[in-house]
T-cell receptor, first 116, second 109 residues
Framework: DVKVTQSSRYLVKRTGEKVFLECVQDMDHENMFWYRQDPGLGLRLIYFSYDVKMKEKGDIPEGYSVSREKKERFSLILESASTNQTSMYLC???????????????FGPGTRLTVL | AQRVTQPEKLLSVFKGAPVELKCNYS??????LFWYVQYSRQRLQLLLR??SRESIKGFTADLNKGETSFHLKKPFAQEEDSAMYYC???????????FGTGTRLQVFP
C-alpha cells in the first residue's frame, strides 16, 4: 500500500506567520496533490505537482504556494497565515506518471491547522 | 462546468434500513466516477469506482448517464457504515478529481 504521511496532525499558528505543511510519499509516485477540506465545501484542490520542481494551480491557490524539491516530498506554504486558512489540509498521491493518473488517490491523515 | 452535487449534508438511518446517498454530476462527456469514504479518525480512502462495477462492503453504485447520477446504495445499513462519504468525478483526459461537498451518514442502532 502507498503510504502518505504528513508532518503534523495538529498545528496552531498566529495570523501573519509563515506556515509549512509537509507531505511525504514512499512509493516513488510522480504526482502529489494538496487539498483543503471544509465542512459543507468538501475537498478543494489547492495545488498539485506532476514531478520534481513542477507545480500547477488548483482551484483555490490564492494565499498558498508549494515546493517540490524531491520526488517524495511536497510542501504547502502559507506565506502569511490568515484566519480563513483555518482548515483540514489533506495531501494525496495517485499512481500514474506525468499527466496520466491512475484512478485512485491515496490520502495522508491530514493536518488540522488553526490560525489564531 | 464540471460539478459534483451531493444534495444531502446528513443522512440518518437505523441499522438494517436501506441507504441511498445521492450524487449528481455535470459533465457532457464520459466521466469516471468514484465514491470516497472517511471513517472517524481515519484517512480518506477509495470506496468504489464505477468502471469496476464492484460491490464493496455491501455498497454499490450505478452510473446513470441519462440522469447524470451515481448514487451509492446499500440494502441494509450497519453501524460501522457511519462515515463521511464523498462523490468524485474525473473528466476524460484531465488530471484532477472534482469532489462533492460530502454526505455524513449516521446509522443508529
Amino acid at each position: 500500500d502507498v503510504k502518505v504521511t504528513q508532518s503534523s496532525r495538529y498545528l496552531v499558528k498566529r495570523t501573519g506567520e509563515k506556515v509549512f505543511l509537509e507531505c511525504v510519499q514512499d512509493m516513488d509516485h510522480e504526482n502529489m496533490f494538496w487539498y483543503r477540506q471544509d465542512p459543507g465545501l468538501g475537498l478543494r484542490l489547492i495545488y498539485f505537482s506532476y514531478d520534481v520542481k513542477m507545480k500547477e494551480k488548483g482551484d483555490i491557490p490564492e494565499g498558498y504556494s508549494v515546493s517540490r524539491e524531491k520526488k517524495e516530498r511536497f510542501s504547502l506554504i502559507l506565506e502569511s497565515a490568515s484566519t480563513n486558512q483555518t482548515s483540514m489540509y489533506l495531501c494525496a498521491s495517485p499512481r500514474g506518471s506525468g499527466r496520466f493518473l491512475d484512478n485512485e488517490q491515496f490520502f495522508g491523515p491530514g493536518t488540522r491547522l488553526t490560525v489564531l | 462546468a464540471q460539478r459534483v452535487t451531493q444534495p444531502e449534508k446528513l443522512l440518518s438511518v437505523f441499522k438494517g434500513a436501506p441507504v441511498e446517498l445521492k450524487c449528481n454530476y455535470s459533465y457532457s462527456g464520459s466521466p469516471e466516477l468514484f465514491w470516497y469514504v472517511q471513517y472517524s479518525r481515519q484517512r480518506l480512502q477509495l470506496l468504489l469506482r464505477h468502471i469496476s462495477r464492484e460491490s464493496i462492503k455491501g455498497f454499490t453504485a450505478d452510473l446513470n448517464k441519462g440522469e447524470t447520477s451515481f448514487h451509492l446504495k446499500k440494502p441494509f445499513a450497519q453501524e460501522e457504515d457511519s462515515a463521511m462519504y464523498y462523490c468524485a468525478l474525473r473528466a476524460y483526459n484531465t488530471d484532477k478529481l472534482i469532489f462533492g461537498t460530502g454526505t455524513r451518514l449516521q446509522v443508529f442502532p
